[in-house]
Nanobody, 121 residues
Framework: QVQLVESGGGLVQPGGSLGLSCAAS????????MGWYRQAPGKQRELVAR???????NYADSVKGRFTISRDNAKNTVCLQMNSLKPEDTAVYYC???????????????WGQGTQVTVSS
């Protein structure tokens, strides 16, 4: 059974920083892309940032220059460092990973349970 467990999140003032971490555990053969999505109340879930196993990254325009995604392939972890946070960054943040359980399996996407990030004074 594969699980994605997130940590971090919480309440931070505008302009502050926060870090999120996500660890994939279970029977895993390989992980391709890992990423972070977010969903604000009344809005659709949107991509924040993602990173391939080779380290190629892409970011939503709204977070470019403020957020940094990184991963540790050996530990099956992905992190999101969020700086210069704005009230509009308030959302539930979800970890996502495309995982192959066995060498002959197709890649399937998995989701974490979500962690709340609130930016408010």
């Amino acid at each position: 059974q594969v699980q994605l467990v997130e940590s971090g999140g919480g309440l931070v003032q505008p302009g502050g920083s926060l870090g999120l971490s996500c660890a994939a555990s279970g029977s895993i053969f390989s992980i391709t892309t890992m990423g972070w999505y977010r969903q604000a109340p009344g809005k659709q879930r949107e991509l924040v940032a993602r990173i391939t196993s080779g380290g190629t990254t892409n970011y939503a325009d709204s977070v470019k220059g403020r957020f940094t995604i990184s991963r540790d392939n050996a530990k099956n972890t992905v992190c999101l460092q969020m700086n210069s946070l704005k009230p509009e960054d308030t959302a539930v943040y979800y970890c996502n990973a495309y995982i192959r359980i066995r060498p002959t399996d197709d890649v399937r996407d998995y989701w974490g349970q979500g962690t709340q990030v609130t930016v408010s004074s």
